[in-house]
């Protein structure tokens, strides 16, 4: 039988630039009732704390130029009365809204850029909570994606270090003992959905642990959430369907059937 | 502080067409060392057993038909050495590859459809268990599909009952007081992904039991997972990149620039 248990971590106050967030965290799980972290624990971080950790804040002003700055190309847009949304792929390979701008949660008249690597700012925290509880635990970096086809957003890991990201079944045979179709479960995705259930919006809790995931736990180099992108050149859906018909229709226009 | 616990139900038989998937799930938890379900618990049943219920085998030979059979609408396809996968949307408005007809977890020689109406089983298994048990409870159905952008699969809710499978933040405030931005949680993905993570992929454990999201259970007509889905029209997504670029070049040669 399997089980699982989440939980958020309380008593983590305001993070602003500079501050040491594993520190801060590990503070914050020391005096937690559910006890220390144990071997297998996977410890969920949403990015926001790490980016104002980093101090990735700039001018709400500015917000379309941070924007643009953080994208390396643009997938899809879309109008609507409060302006045009960029659906961008990212510097971090990311595809999403505003390359991941955000003015939720941020201090008055400031919007936050995503951290500058969330796979290194995973590694970070969780090899000082490696060191500081002595356990084999993992951590993932997450953030909140909308996704094509489906309403709603879920949190997916957006950094992640000492676990397994990607759990491939290929290998594996179903109950009657016949080989598993192709089935790479994103775990790590899935972790920061579940993480997400716990911790809710805006409660203020960035912090969750999830126990009984153990088999997921590795080594601290184990690939990071960037392993999760699937490169644009293997996307079927690399571009947005107006963007895609608009560039077929100019190439169309300038070799007409004679 | 929030918590969040899920577990397997264990005990569920191989599942063939004409069982009563609601009694044996209701036999299967009465004997859980979990105990009987509490209010506010969530279950969650693999789409797989639900099929297999309702006898939605077919022949393997016939596989392809199986799929055209069930598709609205080609979206986009990919060929690979075995062949050409088929991303449709189905007659459920699910965007996925072979329009959900699995060969895994199935009896040799056959293939599993998707059940007829998700929402209608999980509304059905949803009624059953809070009868047989006196309590206020949610069902969700899950089906594990692929993403784009994304490499893995993560699993979301195809059916639902008794939950709300959207939960909509725009409402509310973040711990700064400040409006949230268009957020709207798809609980009932997360749901899925996090009874993914506890069943395992081929543990053959197809039930799960989350506690501790009682704030999301509401009546037994709340709409079902049919409400996540975006229509093909308010998607920038509707289409491949090179279906609409195909598209495009067609409608561009008979339009050529003068």
Known sequence: MGTLGAWTVDGIPEITAGDDLAAIIAEAMA????????????????SKIVSKAEGRQVEAA????????????????????????????????????????DSSNTPEGLVLLLPVDPDASARAICAALRERFGVRIGVVVTDTLGRPWRLGQTDVAIGAAGLRVLDDLRGTTDASGRRLEATIAAVADEIAATADLVKGKSSGLPVAVIRGLGHLVGDLDEPGARAIIRSAADDLFRLGSDEAYAEGFRDGQSSPTE
């Not at 005096?31 to 949403?46: F, K, N, R, S, W």
């Not at 941070?66 to 659906?87: C, D, F, L, N, S």
């Open 31 to 46: 005096a937690a009732e559910q006890g220390p972290l144990a071997d297998g624990d996977i410890v969920a971080v949403t």
């Open 62 to 101: 500015d917000r379309e130029d941070a924007i643009t700055a953080e994208t390396v190309r643009v997938v899809a847009t879309k109008e609507h009365p409060g302006g045009v949304t960029r659906i961008v792929e990212n510097r971090l390979g990311l595809v999403l809204a505003a390359a991941g701008v």
